[in-house]
C-alpha cells in the first residue's frame, strides 16, 4: 500500500523519481494533483488532477515539462496541446470566488484538488487502471477522499504527473483570466491574470472590487492593508 511505504514529505529530485518508482512497483497508478490561482486577488482557484504513463511522462520531460511557474507561457500552451494530443488522462475543477470567501482560498484549493483526483480516480477505475495513489503538492492533505497520499513539498517541480497538473490548472486559469478581460479592460486581468500586481492594487483602490474579485482578500487592500 501507499502508507506502508515512508514517503519524505521533503526531497530532492531523484529521491522523489526513486519513490515514484516504488509506487509503482506496488501496483498503484499515482495521480498528480496541483493548483493554481491561491495569490491572485481575483478570479477562481483552479485545480487539476492527472495520470502519466511512463511513455507519456518521458514524451512531456522531453518537452520541457516541469513546475508552471518555470514555463512560459507559450511552453505551458505547447505542452497543454501535446498532453491532449496524446491522451493523457486528466481532469479539472475550480473554486470559485464564493467559496473562496466562504472557506478560505486553503480551504477552496484543496476542496477542488480534492473534486478533480475523485474524477479521475473513478475514470480510470472504468478503464480498469490498477488502483490509485494521489500525490499532492505541498504540505495539505486532501480531505474527504479515499485514496491513499502522500504530500511532498516541491512536488510540482518534482514528480512529473504533478508538474502536468500544475500546467493544465495553469492553462484553464489564464483562459478564464483572458476572458475576464473583455468584460473587465480597466483591469488588465490579460496581462496580470488577476495577481497584485501594482497596477492591479492601484486601479483596484480606484474603482473598486468586480464580481470576480475575492472580497476576503481584497478588502485588506481598500482599507489601505496590501495583502501580505
Known sequence: MCDDLILPSRAEREEALYFLDELRETGFSPIGTDEAGRGALAGPVIAAAVYLTVEQENK????????????????????????????????ADSGGIERIDRDNILNAS?????????RLDEIMEEMEISPSCVIVDGIERIPDINIPQWVLVGADNLIPSVSAASIIAKVIRDRIMINADGKYP???FEKNKGYPTAYHIDILKKLGMTDIHRRTFCRKILHGKEQE
Open 60 to 91: 512531456l520531460l522531453s518537452m520541457g515539462l516541469k513546475d508552471s511557474k518555470r514555463v512560459t507561457y507559450l511552453g505551458r500552451e505547447k505542452i497543454f496541446k501535446a498532453m491532449n494530443d496524446m491522451g493523457v488522462l486528466w481532469c
Open 110 to 118: 484543496l476542496w477542488a484538488m480534492g473534486q478533480s483526483v475523485t
Open 186 to 188: 480597466d483591469y488588465n
